[in-house]
Each structure stands twice: as structure tokens, then as C-alpha cells.
């Protein structure tokens, strides 16, 4: 008995001693910013989700190797799965969020960017949503930790529109413009521009949503084929847009008047269709890879530390993921700037830096991506930065640009933003933030 | 459990001032109506053919809740949104908070459930069940008694809907509520034991907790022998092994957890002396 009970206290001692040493250790790597991932790499999206998701990764390890961290604080991260799902992005959200003083997180769906809007303000962590998420989110006064940086989807329609009725001349009245929109919130999203739009062009505008995950598509594009519009913009993720564009051609539709968002218009949606995609016009929010991807490929992949195939790297959704790792990396290091250079950043610091991003062509030329994006300011009333895409054209075997970099067109969406915006604030009993703690 | 998550929202949002409870409950009450109505197929059919034609019920909601604009309170998104939850001033935030919110209606609606089962009206569920021709025979009344098992279960799937809705997701699309979900549900009761209250308990811990164990537990594995293992190949791991964990546990137990678990109480009872 006595040496049984002298076994428990050790046993009990021996336990309460690595717990101990457990936390003593767990506090001497306080000092690394962490870094939550929510990529999806299983379900209907993963093709299109994986290549951005490895590009995330991939730039917060060249961060770490080629740069020795964030001003010499190391980037630590990990990686939960959410399946495009609403209820696994927030579980992922919810077991992330409290693994550091606050992390940015960036969920690449709206439909999760919904849910953790509600949820973001109270835990104090900062959502990025670079090319999709709530529109109304880039008015900063109300969404003070949504950032929709370098373009929403009311930035990307509109743009789309801009190119339409400059190839018409001027001129779309009358014109039948046709949405194919995956039937969600991301789909339904650029629905209040075009409508805008066509009340102040006088265009016709139909909508024709797709049941997700949008493999089924015949009746869609019967409908497509009876109504004959002047042009389809295709706002589709995922399985949908190569089954868009097969539908297009079964029905014989021409792609040429086919015009994609940029998460409609990337490799792995026109890589099953090959050449009969041929003239599939599509929005591309980067440019060339440039130095940041030499580095990725001479850094990481050279070393083997790379998150999937070298042959990713440069792709249109590796360079997105790239450009939101690299604006998640420049946010820190702005807060750095003001709250100390080489300390840990927590989640309210990292959404000052990220609403204070002064991003010029030649800070982004120094840090490699001069190429990759164009340069970006934020501030209290604009959490959007920039507004502008190219537009890219598939030729049967690459993307090849065919446009300029064109600016989407204020006058429209910024009264569209105030006016949803404020209907969000009414909604949720908010105020609109004070200039006072915009300048905080 | 859409109909009482969006007919909680719409109370939540278009009444000033209703108390979140209310609102709940208002959301099984419309459940019920909507559960009753899918339910008149069963005075006529049975088994795998009502099943089906509940499975109706699954597809139009999912429609209605995409086509019809006035449930998601005319947002251009189609998403419903709720936030700042309090019951009686207290806020309902933390996950401790959520967790005491949710028990306490899980203890209520248990202790209702257990006594609905005691009672007459049990009984006359269970004769249903068991042989309905002869219950029609000795006076139980097929109808009352088949409206009155659709009626209370889907009261308590919608306020279990509408307490997922606002406490868990805080914005859910209709996506939210997919086939995927009820067959979760499905699985809940079977896995746990049908016609068993302590059943359903096991099921849904089961079906809720096994994938989070896996999620910790494969890397933890993986890292003793060696092995990374990715988060791609641990959402399919945690496929795999679910299903294979159903199959196993209908071949070597039909008739659920709750039939494992009194089978170990009375060996327990036994043990050590077998006989």
C-alpha cells in the first residue's frame, strides 16, 4: 500500500513537472507571429481551393527563409480544412483563434466571410477578403475589421461592364447581358452592380442561377440558348465554370462573349476543356509572377520545402494566394511599424497596420512583387486599397493578357456601398465609426 | 432545421424587442406546422416510402429558402445574419455561455421527451411502432397519434435548428442546412438506437465529437511513427473511418449505442462472476 501510494504521488508530481515545463516552453515562443490558414483541399472547390492554399504557405515559409521572419519575427502557422463549408470554416475559425494573441484570417469563401463577420469584431481579429467577401465591406467606417483588399465583387462587374461597352463602342442600351452565378452568396453578390448598372446603361440584365456545386448546368444554358444575350458573365467557382464552359460548348454559345470573374478564369477551370475554351475571356486581379516567384522557386521549392508541385508556382490562383499571403506579411509589418519593430503584433495592432498599408510601386518593387500587384493604400473609409484588373484571354493552352490595367468606376459603387453599408448598420444597431477613432 | 432557423431569424429580425428564447420558440412552432403538413403522407404510406416522401420535404425547403427573397429579409446575398445574443442582459458570447444556453434547453426539452414517452401518449407511439393494425384495432387513434410523433419531433429539430443557426454560425446560407445535415441526423438516430432517448444522446455524440477526435488525434499518431499527415488527408481520413465505423456498428450492433450501452450495465452487474 505505502508503495503504491508513493508510486501515485510520484506519478501526480512527475505530470504536474511536464505540464509546467510544457508551458515554460510554450511562453519562450511567444515571440512568433502565427499565422491561421483556412484553405479548403477536399470537396466540390478543392482544385481551384489548393493552389491558393499552397501559395499561402509558401510565402509565409520564404518570409522565414529568405527574410528571417517579419523584422526578425519568426512566421509560425497551421492549416485547417474547411471544405468551403460555412460550419467547418468557423470550427476552424474557432480553433485557431486562440492559439495567439490574434492572427488575420482569410477564408477565400463569402460564405464563411459571412459568418465570421459577426464573429471577428468581438474576438478583435482582423478578416481579410481580397477579391471576394461582403462588397459593402470595403466602407471601413462600418466594417472596421473586413478588409476586402484590392477589389469586391461590385469592383470586379464593374470593370467586366467597362470592358463590355468599350468593345461596343460606348454604347450597351439594349444590349442582353446574361449572369451564370453559382446560386450563393458569392454568386449573388455582384447582382446589386449590374442591377445599378443596367438601370443607368439600359441594359438587360437576366440571372440565372446554378444550384451549387453547378455540375448540373443543362437548363441553364437551354435558357442561355433560347434568350440569346450579347454577352454571359460567368460567376462560378470550382467544378461549375469547366462545366460552364462545356455546357457553352455543347450548346454553342461562343466563348468569345464569355466573361469570367477572376476566380472564374484560371487554370484549373479551362485545363478539362482545352481548346474548345479557346477565346474565354476572364478577370485576373495579378500580374506576372516577377521576382517574388523566382524567389519562391529558388528558396522554398529549391530547398524541397515547398507545399505542392513546382509547376503551381506562377499559376493564375498561386499568384492570388501569394499576393493575400504577401498583403497578410505587410499588414504585421506596418503595425510593426508604429507599436514596436521586431515584437510579436496582436490582432487589434495587425488591423491598424492593415487599414494604414501605403503599398507604392517602389516599396512593392523592393519586396519583389512590383510585378505581381498593383500598389495599394488603405484607410479608415476605404478598406478596399485598390480597384483595379487586367483582363486575360484563354488561347487553348495559356492565359494570355489582352487588356490594361483598368479602375473600376467609383462614382457607381461608391453610393451603392455607402447605401448598403448603412442598411448593414442599421440592421446590427451600429454607428458609423468617428473620424477620432479612425485617426487610433 | 432550416424552417426553424429561418422562422426564428424572421421573428428575431422583424419583431423589435422579441426575447431570443421567443424566438426560438417561435422557430419550432413553425417547424411543427411545416412538419406536420410533410407528415400527412404517413397515413397512408409506410417505411422506406414515407421516408422518401419526407425527403420531399428536405428539397423544398432548400428551394424555398433560395428563391423565396422575404425569409432572408430581402438581402441581396440570401444570407441571414444574427449577432449580440443576450437572454435576460446576459450575453451570450463566450463558449461557456453558448454551452450553458444550449444545456439548459437540452435539459428541458429531455426531461419533456422522456415523459412524452412515459406517458399515454408514448405508449400509444410505441403501439404504432410495434404493429399499427392491431393498435387501430384496440382504439388508438392512427392519425392523432402519427401527426402527434411528427408534430413533437419537429418542434424539437426546429428549436435545435434555430439554436444552431444563431448560437454556432451567426450567418448561415441555406447550404447550410444541405442533404449533408440531414443525413447527419439520420445517422444521430441510427447510430445511437431508434425508439431510445439515451440513444439519440450517444448518436449525436458520436456523430459530433468522433471527427474532432480524429482531426487531434491522426496528426498526434502521425507524428509518433513519423508520418506527416496533411490537412487534405485528414478530412478524408475522417471520412473513411466514419463510414467504416457506420457500417461496422449496424453489422455488429442494429440496433444502436443505446442497446451497447444496457448490455454493458447488466454484464457490469454481473462482472466478475459470469454465468
Redesign the interface.
Known amino acids: 500500500m505505502k508503495i503504491r501510494s508513493l508510486m501515485m504521488a510520484v506519478a501526480v508530481a512527475a505530470t504536474g513537472l511536464t505540464s509546467a515545463l510544457v508551458t515554460t516552453s510554450a511562453q519562450a515562443q511567444a515571440k512568433e507571429q502565427f499565422f491561421p490558414v483556412l484553405?479548403y483541399?477536399?470537396g466540390a472547390y478543392?482544385p481551384n481551393g489548393?493552389p491558393w492554399g499552397n501559395a499561402y504557405v509558401d510565402y509565409l515559409k520564404l518570409i522565414n527563409a529568405r527574410d528571417g521572419g517579419i523584422n526578425g519575427v519568426k512566421i509560425t502557422y497551421e492549416?485547417?480544412?474547411t471544405?468551403y463549408?460555412?460550419?467547418r470554416g468557423?470550427e476552424c475559425y474557432?480553433r485557431l483563434k486562440g492559439k495567439s494573441q490574434g492572427g488575420v484570417f482569410q477564408p477565400l469563401s463569402?460564405?464563411i466571410t459571412?459568418?465570421l463577420?459577426?464573429?471577428a469584431p468581438?474576438d478583435k481579429n482582423p478578416l481579410i477578403t481580397g477579391g471576394y467577401g461582403?462588397s459593402e465591406s470595403s466602407d471601413g467606417q462600418v466594417f472596421k475589421w473586413n478588409f476586402p483588399l484590392q477589389g469586391t465583387y461590385w469592383s470586379g462587374a464593374d470593370i467586366i461592364m467597362q470592358i463590355i461597352t468599350k468593345k461596343e463602342g460606348g454604347n450597351i442600351k439594349g444590349k442582353k447581358i446574361a449572369l451564370v452565378y453559382h446560386?450563393?452568396?458569392f454568386g449573388?453578390?455582384p447582382?446589386?452592380l449590374l442591377q445599378e448598372r443596367a438601370k443607368i446603361q439600359g441594359f438587360d440584365l437576366q440571372l440565372l442561377?446554378v444550384t451549387?456545386p453547378g455540375v448540373e448546368q443543362k437548363a441553364t444554358w437551354l435558357q442561355v440558348r433560347q434568350a440569346r444575350p450579347d454577352y454571359v458573365l460567368l460567376w462560378g467557382w470550382g467544378v461549375m465554370n469547366s462545366a460552364a464552359l462545356k455546357e457553352a460548348v455543347a450548346t454553342g454559345y461562343p466563348r468569345e462573349k464569355m466573361y469570367g470573374v477572376w476566380w472564374s478564369a484560371a487554370e484549373p477551370d479551362v485545363k478539362d476543356v482545352g481548346e474548345a475554351a479557346k477565346g474565354y475571356n476572364g478577370l485576373v486581379a495579378t500580374g506576372e509572377g516577377g521576382k517574388v516567384v523566382a524567389d519562391i522557386k529558388s528558396v522554398v521549392h529549391g530547398k524541397k520545402q515547398g507545399t505542392g508541385p513546382i509547376e503551381e508556382v506562377g499559376t493564375t490562383l498561386y499568384n492570388r494566394g501569394m499576393v493575400s499571403a504577401a498583403l497578410a506579411v505587410e499588414g504585421v509589418r506596418r503595425a510593426q511599424e508604429r507599436y514596436g519593430k521586431g515584437k510579436v503584433m496582436t490582432g487589434e495592432q495587425i488591423r491598424w497596420g492593415l487599414e494604414n498599408l501605403a503599398l507604392d510601386q517602389k516599396a512593392l518593387d523592393k519586396l519583389g512583387l512590383g510585378t505581381v500587384m498593383k500598389p495599394i493604400s488603405t484607410s479608415c473609409l476605404d478598406h478596399e486599397g485598390s480597384r483595379s484588373a487586367r483582363l486575360h484571354t484563354w488561347d487553348g493552352k495559356k492565359w494570355v493578357y489582352s487588356s490594361d490595367w483598368i479602375e473600376a468606376d467609383d462614382s457607381i459603387i461608391k453610393p451603392l456601398v455607402k447605401q448598403?453599408a448603412d442598411k448593414y448598420a442599421a440592421?446590427?444597431?451600429l454607428t458609423r465609426r468617428t473620424p477620432a477613432d479612425c485617426q487610433s | 432545421m432550416a424552417v426553424g432557423a429561418y422562422a426564428a431569424y424572421n421573428f428575431f429580425v422583424r419583431v423589435e424587442g422579441l426575447p431570443l428564447i421567443v424566438c426560438l420558440l417561435m422557430g419550432g412552432f413553425f417547424a411543427t406546422l411545416v412538419g406536420m403538413f410533410f407528415g400527412i403522407p404517413s397515413l397512408r404510406v409506410k417505411g422506406l416510402y414515407l421516408a422518401v416522401a419526407t425527403l420531399a420535404a428536405q428539397f423544398f425547403c432548400d428551394w424555398a429558402f433560395l428563391r423565396i427573397k422575404w425569409f432572408t429579409n430581402d438581402s441581396a446575398s440570401g444570407t441571414a445574419s444574427v449577432s449580440d445574443l443576450q437572454v435576460f442582459g446576459f450575453p451570450i458570447n463566450t463558449p461557456f455561455e453558448k454551452y450553458i444556453f444550449c444545456l439548459s434547453f437540452l435539459v428541458v426539452f429531455g426531461l419533456l421527451a422522456k415523459n412524452l414517452v412515459r406517458s399515454a401518449i408514448g405508449r400509444e407511439w410505441m403501439a404504432i411502432r410495434d404493429m399499427d393494425v392491431a393498435a387501430a384495432v384496440i382504439g388508438i387513434r392512427p392519425m392523432y397519434a402519427k401527426l402527434s410523433a411528427f408534430a413533437v419531433s419537429s418542434f424539437i429539430v426546429g428549436v435545435a435548428g434555430a439554436l444552431w443557426a444563431f448560437v454556432y454560425l451567426g450567418s448561415w446560407e441555406p447550404a447550410a442546412f444541405s442533404v449533408d445535415r440531414s443525413f447527419q441526423l439520420l445517422f444521430m438516430v441510427i447510430l445511437g438506437g431508434m425508439g431510445s432517448i439515451m440513444g439519440s444522446f450517444f448518436g449525436a455524440g458520436f456523430i459530433v465529437i468522433l471527427p474532432v477526435i480524429i482531426n487531434h488525434a491522426l496528426p498526434w499518431l502521425g507524428d509518433l511513427v513519423g508520418i506527416p499527415v496533411s490537412t487534405a488527408a485528414l478530412t478524408h481520413a475522417e471520412q473513411m473511418i466514419f463510414g467504416a465505423l457506420i457500417v461496422w456498428f449496424l453489422i455488429v450492433e442494429p440496433h444502436g449505442l443505446a442497446k451497447l450501452w444496457s448490455v454493458g450495465k447488466q454484464k457490469l452487474r454481473l462482472w466478475p462472476f459470469p454465468h
Do not use: L
Request: aromatic share 6%.
Open positions: 484553405p483541399r477536399t478543392a489548393v492549416e485547417c480544412d471544405a463549408a460555412t460550419d468557423v474557432e463569402t460564405g459571412f459568418a463577420t459577426e464573429k468581438t461582403r446560386d450563393s452568396p449573388k453578390e447582382i446589386p442561377p451549387a448598403f440592421e446590427k444597431k
